[in-house]
């Protein structure tokens, strides 16, 4: 998480989440959320909690995800696992994963919290058994040129055979991330795309 991270209160932030009880303390008491050791998603000002607590919005992202995919019936801590997945270590397919001079590829690399640059940003998550090789969760950008052969459409059925192959029958939850983003954004007032874009090479 950079030096510049956006902090709101958190009767503002868990309405943002999608959180209508207090299911996010609830979650954070009982350690049953994902933070990297590094990272500090809660910053408190004052004593006591509601308006004095304030949450990042990598946080408050990360929240967003998790309550989406537990109404889904995805485990506590998975989901919000899954949620950190995006929040926090970003993904780099492109040239700029081996290369650091080498531009950000729009459809391929986006950074810790961050949406791709081109597309919508879709969350894939396989529910149930998944062959050891395989991952569980993938983000995506229904841009990437894995979709050129499709003909052009973009929709979570041809997102879920483009990333699976097409081949496996485990059950799928597909989230658009991109959309998730856009709500949290307009709940701030704040620019969707300063918050949340990655800014292409």
């Given at each position: 998480m950079s030096d510049n991270a956006l902090y709101f209160p958190a009767d503002k932030a868990l309405e943002a989440?999608?959180?209508?009880?207090?299911?996010?303390?609830?979650?954070?008491?009982?350690?049953?959320?994902?933070?990297?050791?590094?990272?500090?998603?809660?910053?408190?000002?004052?004593?006591?909690?509601?308006k004095h607590r304030h949450i990042s919005i990598e946080a408050i992202t990360q929240g967003a995800i998790a309550f989406a995919l537990i109404d889904c019936g995805v485990e506590?801590?998975?989901?919000?696992?899954?949620?950190?997945?995006?929040?926090?270590?970003?993904?780099?397919g492109g040239a700029y994963g081996y290369d650091e001079s080498a531009p950000l590829d729009p459809v391929l690399d986006r950074m810790p919290g961050r949406l791709y640059a081109e597309g919508?940003?879709?969350l894939i998550y396989s529910v149930g058994e998944v062959k050891p090789h395989n991952k569980r969760l993938t983000f995506v950008s229904d841009r990437n040129p894995v979709f050129a052969a499709k003909r052009g459409i973009s929709d979570p059925a041809m997102i879920v055979h483009a990333v699976e192959g097409g081949g496996s029958v485990a059950p799928r939850i597909v989230l658009n991330v991109s959309q998730l983003c856009r709500r949290i954004a307009s709940s701030f007032g704040i620019?969707?795309?300063?918050?949340?874009?990655t800014e292409a090479g």
């Open positions: 989440m999608g959180n209508t009880s207090r299911r996010w303390q609830n979650h954070l008491e009982t350690n049953k959320i994902h933070v990297a050791a590094e990272v500090n998603f809660v910053s408190s000002f004052g004593p006591g909690r509601g506590v801590r998975s989901a919000y696992l899954a949620g950190a997945e995006f929040a926090f270590p970003g993904e780099l919508e940003t879709f620019c969707f795309t300063a918050a949340f874009m």
